[in-house]
């Protein structure tokens, strides 16, 4: 257990995050990440990004312990083609992925399959994999349960200049039970819920609005602009439900315990709101952060909050602020001030850790924070 995470499971409470000084937090060296890293996630003291010098068929996958006093190495994960959207929880690290074709397109659209690896094992699996009708993406994992969104009935063979049946097309919320890694139990969530291009080929270093996420038996998704959710912890009975479809857009839902939050569009170019789903027949959506500007991109760990704030100007591809802030019981927030402005692009959290991807001079660098006092 790195130091970081022993000092917080003694003297933080509920959440990982104590209100100390801004000079208790510590930068963290994810140099030998590398210096263009993308989507980066954390969990425990693990933290994985997507790395590659160039276009996203450069990319493989890379993770560090963040072990105090202990000399960790950047391990790699490579393969051929594209390795990309990261997500980690525990040992499980899941993600997406492709290699490059060569007919009917040399570099896009793409189509991808979903990977589970334990990382204490090594032990690798291909969850879904891809064909020329089929596409999996956005992998989320919590415990032994992984989601992903589903295209299926596509057709990437060229109609002029573009795929005949690929962009903006139909996809379902599917997921897998991988507590026998080796006979993973397969089950469908919800059809044809909304329509996404299966990857963002035209935008893979700048997209960072997640569509999915779960925490336990509680998933939440994306379509249309309108949130949801479902419970599976029946999966002979599972329960799909309207988290927020109120007007203006919402987006990037993310959840913890059942606390869901996501970025909303209702008042201007983006505020924090969010729910508590522990009744799911009577969900009431409340503001979080609603300030000038733009406040985007939430990561949520147990009653922490990160997100970026683009009040200063900035936008969703240039990155704007990273703060922090704690959620009481009702779901109001106090500002959690870090020990000096960090801005970037992401931010993902676990306990005393939070991590994302630099922008301006750092462009591209891998960055992170933990509490230590």
């Not at 990982?16 to 801004?22: L, Q, T």
């Not at 276009?55 to 000399?71: A, N, R, S």
């Not at 993310?254 to 009577?282: E, L, M, Q």
């Not at 005393?352 to 509490?371: D, F, P, S």
């Amino acid at each position: 257990m790195s130091r970081f995470i022993a000092v917080s499971l003694f003297l933080m409470g509920f959440g990982g995050f104590i209100f100390g000084g801004s000079d208790s937090w510590e930068d963290l060296d994810l140099s030998e990440i590398g210096r263009t890293a993308y989507y980066g996630d954390v969990s425990g003291d693990i933290v994985v990004y997507t790395v590659g010098p160039a276009c996203d068929y450069t990319w493989d996958l890379k993770y560090k312990y963040l072990k105090d006093g202990v000399e960790s190495p950047v391990i790699e994960i490579e393969q051929r083609g594209i390795d990309t959207q990261p997500r980690i929880d525990g040992d499980i690290l899941v993600w997406c992925g492709g290699p490059r074709w060569k007919k009917p397109w040399t570099h896009e659209p793409s189509n991808f399959s979903v990977f589970a690896r334990n990382l204490s094992t090594d032990k690798q699996i291909t969850l879904r994999e891809y064909t020329m009708s089929e596409s999996y993406s956005h992998p989320a994992v919590s415990g032994n349960k992984v989601v992903w969104l589903e295209h299926l009935n596509l057709d990437p063979m060229p109609k002029g200049k573009e795929a005949k049946n690929w962009w903006n097309t139909s996809f379902n919320v599917c997921g897998a039970d991988i507590r026998n890694i080796e006979k993973s139990v397969y089950f469908t969530i919800a059809k044809n819920v909304g329509k996404r291009d299966p990857y963002p080929c035209h935008s893979s270093s700048r997209y960072y609005d997640g569509v999915i996420d779960i925490c336990g038996d509680l998933v939440v998704w994306e379509a249309g602009g309108d949130i949801f959710g479902a419970d599976i912890s029946d999966l002979s009975n599972i329960k799909v439900f309207t988290v927020c479809d109120d007007k203006g857009g919402q987006y990037n839902p993310v959840i913890s315990g059942k606390t869901v939050v996501w970025t909303d569009h209702r008042n201007d170019g983006g505020d924090i709101y969010g729910a508590s789903i522990a009744d799911i027949v009577n969900i009431k959506v409340v503001a979080i952060i609603r300030e000038k500007g733009s406040q985007k991109q939430p990561a949520i760990d147990s009653d922490v909050i990160v997100y970026v704030n683009l009040t200063e100007g900035g936008n969703s591809r240039s990155g704007g602020e990273i703060e922090v802030c704690k959620l009481s019981n009702e779901l109001k927030a106090t500002k959690i001030e870090l020990a000096r402005k960090y801005y970037g692009l992401a931010p993902s959290v676990h306990k005393n850790t939070i991590v994302w991807q630099g922008v301006g001079n750092q462009r591209g660098k891998a960055m992170g924070v933990c509490q230590i006092k």
